[in-house]
């Protein structure tokens, strides 16, 4: 691109901060929101049914020992041997359940599945959100076959919207990537076919720590 190019390019984004279009439908309230039930009374159980309804596996744990033994029953049914966990304390937790487990990107394309927390999940769509600061890129969460996620129930928040305010911030800025997971990964966009990973695990589980 030439430095004429460069400079025209620049000159109109310039105009365009400071000649700002008039809204074309002024009347619109943006800032009500579009649910008109706002109350959700158990938020715990509102995300289970909706996560189950998107393809999700729930589990609540009411303890760290009902957690290790329920991840013991879940890995050893799929016979899972090569799990990815880069977290220090999912890693100490994997190390008292006497698992193996790597830390290492290059090993995702011949992992079974991922071992990750989370920052937050959300009720109203059974979302699950993750953070680039917790999970360093976006890859552990794509990559293998199946993605397990342990969280809390103080994690939990009614919408998406929720999730900003409570943002942790680091140096005064947010993460650079949020990925937002609604269900396994799926598609239809051949023939209209469901074909399930298609763009991330086939299998994902959440696992409720109260």
Known sequence: MSDLSK???LARLQNALQNKTAKPFPTIQNSKDIFENQTIEHLDICFAEQFAAVGGQFFYCENSQELAAQLM???NLKQWKKIACWEPFLQDF?????FNF???AATLLTTDVAL???RALVARTGSIIIDSWQSKGRGISIVPPAHIVVARVGQIVAN???ILPQAALQNNQLPSVWSIITGASRTA???KTLVMGAHGPKEIYVFLLE
Request: aromatic content about 4%; charged content about 20%; some cysteine.
């Open 7 to 9: 400079k025209n390019i």
């Open 73 to 75: 029953q879940l890995f």
């Open 94 to 98: 994997l190390h008292q359940l006497a």
């Open 102 to 104: 790597n830390n290492d």
């Open 116 to 118: 990750t927390s989370c």
């Open 160 to 162: 998406l919207s929720d």
């Open 189 to 191: 966009d051949i023939e």
